[in-house]
């Protein structure tokens, strides 16, 4: 909620939270991304109705995980209002989507629960229809299972992509060349990252559409 919050008021989420938690022991507030996990997606529901079945319904535990739930349709609906802003055919459009497993640190294969599934749907609801995949864990077959084409390495799936979308936050995301790989992308083009691994006006001083959860 942070995050949305910040995004009406023009405000940078990642930057708020780190300065409410700078020299204050007491507070860690969590940067936002994508919840999710095997565990995560289902345990709080368990607890929801274990509870119910005693007589008491948990309601910030609820609406936090339907917050959760939500969010890659709100994600979702932004790329589409920017893809749309850049003069995008919807069919014709490739989007390029990196970080399939449920979360990228520590890095894992495992992608039971993520959230990037519900995202690459909840665009395609919207008309999308080409997209093309990268993990540096998750195996090409898997992705192709997932609906995506994959990329033959980051620099492929940059080439030519009207979008690129970062939905996990692995740790060799960070040690990319992006003003490199963004100068390959069919512009005017869009850079949504989920995580905030790049800083925004790095992006934009390319001259790129950027956006980000909790940061426009």
Known sequence: EIAMISEKFGLDATKTIRNANLGYAR??????GFVGGACLEKDPHILIES????????????????????????????????????????????????????????ETSD???SLTMPLIDALKAKGYKNFYGQDFVVANDELKKLGT??????????????????????????????????ATMNKPAVFFDCWHIFEPREIKRSGIIYGGIGVD
């Open 111 to 113: 992608t039971r629960g």
């Open 51 to 106: 509870s119910k079945q005693a007589g008491f319904e948990p309601q910030i535990i609820k609406h936090g995980r339907m917050l959760n739930e939500h969010l890659p349709m709100h994600v979702a609906e932004r790329i589409d209002e920017k893809l749309s802003k850049a003069g995008k055919d919807k069919a014709k459009a490739k989007i390029f989507v990196m970080g399939f497993a449920f979360k990228g640190n520590p």
């Open 27 to 32: 507070s860690n507030v969590p940067t936002p």
């Open 149 to 182: 084409v994959p990329a033959e390495g980051v620099e492929e799936g940059f080439r030519a992509a009207d979008c690129v979308v970062i939905a996990n936050n692995h740790a060799k995301y960070k040690s990319l060349d992006v003003e490199h790989l963004i």
